[in-house]
């Protein structure tokens, strides 16, 4: 358990984790500004009853990110509030989210670069109050996407401009 954690100025280069398994965290008032990871792969990443509660993000910059086999069960994020997102070169191989649950999100100024996501499974997603302001994907490739029991309430989107969109295999149940 971790409850008022403020980082500032974290710059991280050459990050490689490999087989991560983290069960039971708990995260209370987390505070991170600029913060700025060069080169972050990861590899077999399992996260079980993970509970985020008042996460503000400021100025956060991921260059050359790549995940494979990522499992997240019982997420649980109040009250996530990310300021100037900018991510460029994401790839994400086989990710499987259960049971997750998202209150009061907001998100300003989100640029996404060249995102490529194969095998994306989500189950139970329920988002309430989402916000984003000036989102703008470029190079989107999306395949064998699936999404089952999906509620959004209240979601209001401002300014977003996605091109090259690339949707294969999109599987919805009760939206």
Known sequence: MIEDLLIEDLMIDDLMIEDLMIEDLR???????????DDLMIEDLRIEDLLIDDLRIEDLMIEDLMIEDLLIEDLMIEDLMIEDLL???????????????????????????????????????????????DLMIEDLLIEDLMIEDLRIEDLLIEDLMIEDLMIEDLMIEDL
């Open 87 to 133: 991510i460029e070169d994401l790839m994400i191989d086989d990710l499987m989210i259960e049971d997750l649950m998202i209150e009061d999100l907001m998100i300003e100024d989100l640029l996404i670069e060249d995102l490529l996501i194969d095998d994306l499974m989500i189950e139970d997603l329920m988002i309430e109050d989402l916000l984003i302001e």
């Open 27 to 37: 995260i209370e008032d987390l505070m991170i500004e600029d913060l700025m990871i």
